[in-house]
């Protein structure tokens, strides 16, 4: 069967001025490294979700790499992605399992695909002019900061249980970013892991009982989602979950843009078929016990590195990544991270989420001299950050959820009051 790529100039390297395309390819050899390279740079943030969220992490890898694959049919194998663990959910699903056990949270998951999945369907009908005018970069910006902001107290805990391993990780990862250039400043999170990890094995943090039982192949484990028909109680959990794909259509539109500024304006036109393909992915992975699904920055970071845009690379990702997922004792290992090393990473991590946030602020330049501005962020971060929760009967509302809904309805409420006072086009709030 003749592979859709062809190959790029002798296929052994990429001059200074030039990308190797999408529907392009170094020779096998390259690109297998190439795609070696993503792996590792999705692996470090990819298996912290699981580790944090209680879910095996071998079933989170291997609906990973089937994720990948599908992304890439359904766009065409025109965009390029990796779709690793969203840590958007992380907080959704912490609180779901809490209260009504690990089933209910990958119901949660499963209703995050579907609605993304609709929201898919929509903008390839309708485009996405719609989301802008839902979600300007103000609201944007403040939903993508508190989620990362809110997930402070779980970074807090983790980092109180062993502070002289946390810290060596947070500086770990820290000296990493600074002192390194290229992938290796890129995947800094995954270093600390790393540096963390060995320094918790010398101070005896580490048990690997459990990795010496754990077969070297085999299926990972998988778990069903709840019945909200049979167990009415878990359609409580829902409401966290939702707010959660304001971020995940952010994460999927700025990755697209990126690609297209990069390779060509009319990748653009697949921002539709992206959302799809991560909606199906996210509740295929729910239904089987994963975690949702998102595209990632750092792989982002390895094409930015490389100049390699070639789906192919994603192709050969995505099959490992199946391949690690089928790997029970590699998932033992990601189990055995201790919780100094989470409250370490996560206390970077965590922040870094946040400072996504106020980054889609200032490439959208946006005025906060406007009340409407001003009041949009203040209010939805002090809920989100202070996880407040409204309750009635038997719902309730909380944290990511409850700020952004208030960062929509603040935003919306006070440009629609200046309109209606009668404010001219350079009045706008």
């Known amino acids: 069967m003749r592979l859709p790529w062809t190959v790029h100039g002798q296929g052994r390297a990429v001059a200074a001025d030039a990308i190797v395309r999408p529907e392009e390819r170094l020779s096998w050899p390259r690109t297998i490294g190439i795609g070696a390279q993503h792996v590792v740079a999705m692996f470090g943030a990819t298996f912290l979700v699981p580790v944090l969220t209680g879910f095996p992490p071998s079933t989170t890898l291997l609906f990973s790499g089937i994720g990948t694959l599908l992304f890439l049919i359904i766009t065409r194998n025109r965009l390029p992605s990796y779709l690793g663990s969203s840590f958007a959910l992380i907080a959704p699903i912490t609180a779901a399992t809490a209260s009504h056990g690990q089933s209910s949270a990958l119901l949660g998951v499963v209703a995050v695909g579907l609605l993304l999945l609709i929201i898919g369907v929509i903008v390839q009908l309708a485009g996405t002019r719609w ?7 103000v609201v944007a910006g403040a939903i993508v900061a508190l989620i990362g902001f809110n997930l402070a107290p779980a970074a807090k805990n983790n ?3 062993a502070p002289v391993t946390a810290l060596i990780t947070l500086f770990a990862v820290i000296i990493t970013a600074v002192l390194f250039r290229g992938l290796i400043g890129r995947l800094s999170i995954f270093v600390g892991v790393i540096i963390g990890y060995l320094a918790a094995v010398i101070r005896g943090e580490v048990d690997f009982s459990a990795v010496a039982a754990a077969p070297w192949v085999g299926l990972p484990q998988l778990q069903a989602p709840a019945n909200p028909f049979a167990e009415p109680g878990v359609w409580l959990v829902i409401p966290a979950f939702l707010p959660v794909v304001l971020a995940l259509v952010a994460e999927n539109v700025g990755h697209v843009r990126g690609v297209a500024q990069l390779t060509d304006p009319s990748v653009n036109k697949l921002t539709g078929r992206a959302l799809i393909a991560d909606g199906l992915a ?19 970071g390895v094409m930015a590195a490389t100049r390699v845009y070639s789906t192919a690379a994603y192709w050969v990702a995505g099959l490992v990544a199946i391949a690690l997922g089928l790997s029970p004792k590699l998932g033992a290992v990601i189990n055995t991270v201790p919780a100094g090393v989470l409250g370490g990473v996560t206390t970077a991590l965590y922040g870094l989420i946040g400072i996504i946030g106020v980054k889609i602020w200032l490439d959208n330049k946006v005025d906060f001299t406007k009340p409407a501005n001003q009041f949009t962020a203040a209010v939805a971060l002090i809920i989100g950050v202070g996880d407040f929760t409204l309750s009635g009967g038997n719902l309730s509302v909380a944290g990511i959820a409850l700020g952004s809904i208030a960062a929509i309805v603040v935003y919306h409420l006070m440009t629609l009051i200046t309109r209606l006072r009668g404010a001219g086009a350079g009045s706008t709030p």
């Open 159 to 161: 980092f109180e249980a």
């Open 282 to 300: 996210t509740m295929i992975a729910g239904s089987g016990g994963g975690s949702g699904t998102t595209t990632y920055g750092e792989n982002i």
């Open 131 to 137: 989301l802008d005018a839902l979600m300007p970069p």
